[in-house]
């Protein structure tokens, strides 16, 4: 695989898939925590820590379509002494999404990892990485159509963004190795997914788990 150079702002802009330190806060917001962005949704704060819409909207007390402001604080993870069944074990070295070239994905202007993107042909299938749980499956960010979101064990979740068809919706259980996407044509005719693994919310390199 070649690994080559590519920078651009990820997936989501500014949250819920951006780590907290890199936005302009005015102060810190407890462990569990989170401040909402302009743009941020319920849906996809949620898909960003792991959590079902319907979780966060209970411990926020707020509709599932609640309108959300800019600056509001909303608690992403379940009080003390709460551990639902669905956040026990970790994930362990998953697979490939797809194979491919690939590139590595960071911060514009910076070298944080975000993610890789991988080049295919159009219609190749995209795999889940490793066992989880549909949790989003939402309209995608800057060049791709859709995002999809899949929650492991832990606090890990992993995302795929894609041109091409979904297979999968929320709340369906997927298995490593399973299609859950298609990858669509970008401006060049090639066949892309841009993958990223989130732990409590923040980007890690994915090449650190993935085998090669």
């Not at 330190?21 to 792991?50: C, E, H, K, M, W």
């Not at 091409?164 to 490593?176: P, S, Y």
């Not at 693994?197 to 090669?212: E, S, T, W």
Request: proline share 8%.
């Amino acid at each position: 695989m070649f690994l080559g150079g590519c920078a651009t702002g990820g997936w989501m802009g500014q949250s819920p898939f951006e780590s907290q330190s890199q936005s302009s806060q005015p102060a810190r917001v407890p462990a569990g925590f989170y401040r909402v962005n302009p743009g941020d949704t319920l849906p996809g704060i949620a898909a960003a820590f792991g959590q079902r819409v319907d979780d966060l909207a209970a411990w926020n007390n707020l509709p599932r379509t609640a309108m959300l402001t800019p600056g509001q604080i909303l608690r992403v993870a379940p009080q003390p002494g709460v551990n639902p069944a669905s956040n026990e074990g970790l994930v362990v070295r998953p697979a490939w999404p797809a194979y491919g070239q690939v590139t590595r994905v960071t911060d514009a202007g910076s070298n944080n990892v975000k993610g890789i993107v991988i080049l295919g042909r159009p219609e190749e299938a995209v795999k889940a990485s490793a066992d989880g749980s549909v949790i989003y499956v939402g309209t995608g960010v800057d060049q791709y159509k859709s995002l999809v979101v899949v929650k492991h064990g832990g606090d890990v979740v992993t995302g795929y963004a894609v041109n091409g068809d979904v297979l999968v919706k929320e709340g369906d259980t997927v298995k490593k190795g399973q299609p859950i996407a298609q990858m669509g044509a970008d401006s060049s005719g090639r066949g892309t997914v841009e993958f990223e693994i989130r732990r409590a919310g923040k980007p890690v390199d994915p090449l650190a788990y993935l085998p090669r």
